[in-house]
């Protein structure tokens, strides 16, 4: 009886080992399923925020150049302008210089019609 007994509490003992290495097994393969999701769900999440951040670097590099743009057509609409203003200023210029010119040509003319009556 006592022999049998110690046979029953040894393959006892072996099945609850057995048990216990199961569970053991299956205890690693969960915790191995679940670092592998977790690893796929962080590389997913890096993949989103590498696109978040290319799309953003695009976008403040399109910006970028909208502003580049918009500034240098107000610099060549600036130019232009002043070249205007320029030539304006050039036209006025020979205007007046035609202008002083006939004004001296006219007193040069006076003077020596003067000076011809002045001798006759």
Not at 34 to 40: A, D, Q, S
Not at 116 to 120: D, G, H, V
């Given at each position: 009886?006592?022999?049998?007994n110690?046979?029953i509490d ?6 609850l080992?057995k048990t216990q290495?199961q569970?053991?097994?299956r205890?690693?393969r969960?915790?191995?399923e ?7 769900i ?11 951040q290319?799309?953003?670097?695009e ?18 609409e600036?130019i232009e ?9 050039e036209?006025?210029m020979k205007k ?19 000076q ?5």
């Open positions: 009886n006592n022999n049998n110690g046979n040894i393959s006892n003992i072996e099945k080992k290495i569970e053991q097994e205890l690693k969960r915790q191995q679940e670092l592998l999701r977790l690893k796929r962080h590389k997913e999440e890096e993949e989103k925020i590498k696109k978040i290319k799309e953003e670097k976008r403040l590099e399109k910006r970028q150049i909208e502003e580049d743009e918009y500034l240098l057509k107000q610099h060549e600036e302008r002043l070249s205007k203003e320029h030539l304006f200023e036209e006025n007046q210089k035609f202008f002083d010119n006939s004004k001296i040509q006219i007193e040069v003319e006076e003077r020596l019609k003067r011809l009556e002045e001798e006759t």
